[in-house]
């Protein structure tokens, strides 16, 4: 009875004692999420375990890629074909849920709706990941079909550019002075 109530209670220490934890893969922060520009631009973010992946619409089609680091309230990335200012961005999780996603870095937020589900990059046929993860990108810039939200002034901003002058002055020979002599 004894040697009974001392395995149970083992037992309840054990299990216990081990929390499950969700792997790489079922980070809520992992997946495909969308923005809207205020200038009708649509912005696909993919954030997988190892990557994030832009797409905006003005580079047609062009993959934008960072490796990067999830966290549980942050971002790390690195450009891979794309080059950060700092060589390395934190973006900051301010808010997440199921459908939304605000990230903050020094140059503001980012507002985020999820779009769908995230697939890794498939290194054995990256042809076919590529093009099934355009094809599906191409689908949601439809769907989404964001508006553009700015005024008319905004839109026809004629921004002066000031007055081009082409005269230019004389570029004369300056004396180079080095160890108290003089040469041109």
Known sequence: MKAN?????????LFAGCKKEKSDGSHQILGVWQQCQRDGEYI???IGKDHL????ESTENEFMIYSNKVMDNAIVITGINVKLLEGVDTLNVNHISESALILE??????????????????STDLET???TT?????????VANCPDL???EEKNAKIPLGEVVEEFEEILETPIIQNDSVSY
């Open 134 to 142: 355009l094809d599906a990108y191409k689908e949601r810039l439809i």
């Open 150 to 152: 700015r005024s008319d």
């Open 44 to 46: 696909e973010y993919l």
């Open 5 to 13: 109530y001392v395995l149970l209670m083992l037992l309840t220490l």
């Open 129 to 131: 990941w590529k093009k």
């Open 53 to 56: 992946i832009m797409l905006p």
């Open 105 to 122: 870095h020094e140059y503001g937020e980012i507002h985020l709706t999820r779009a769908g589900t995230y697939h890794e990059v498939d």
